[in-house]
């Protein structure tokens, strides 16, 4: 199964800018992986193994691990925040940096990721931000 990506589709002529478009190949994990050549309009399409796609990272296993810390990196920032405001603001104001940050983080994607390895990491970190 292969999955194409491109930042500038042109409708009107259905011509890909091949300098804007990627390939992911998704294969298992246990598959031996060799590198794929596609050539378009005599331009070579790169293969790339993580790839974002609608704010998703998807991997070329789709084992969510580059997604995952991606989050993990994003609420670890947000953790940090609320903690240090924690010591200047008073409990409404720290549940509604909480709330206007955290679930939306956390709950965007979540059908597709939630099933993953590493989601208890996500998990952990938004407990120890609750804490």
């Known amino acids: 199964m292969y ?5 500038c589709f042109k409708a009107n002529q ?3 800018n091949v300098e804007k478009t990627s390939i992911v190949r998704l294969t298992p994990a246990k ?3 060799y590198p794929l050549s596609l050539i378009y309009v005599d331009l070579g399409l790169t293969e790339l193994g993580t790839q974002t796609f609608l704010g998703l990272y998807l991997d ?5 691990k580059p997604h995952i810390y991606f989050l993990l990196h994003k609420l670890g920032i947000a953790c940090f925040v609320i903690r240090r405001l924690s010591h200047v603001l008073g409990i409404d104001a720290i549940r509604t940096a909480y709330y206007s940050y955290f679930p939306s983080l956390i709950i965007y994607g979540i059908v597709v990721w939630g099933n993953s ?3 208890t990491k996500v998990f ?8």
């Open 31 to 33: 598959l031996s992986h």
């Open 117 to 119: 390895d590493n989601v």
């Open 14 to 16: 259905s011509l890909l």
């Open 124 to 131: 952990l970190l938004q407990n120890r931000v609750i804490e």
């Open 3 to 7: 999955c194409y990506t491109s930042k």
């Open 60 to 64: 070329n296993h789709l084992s969510w």
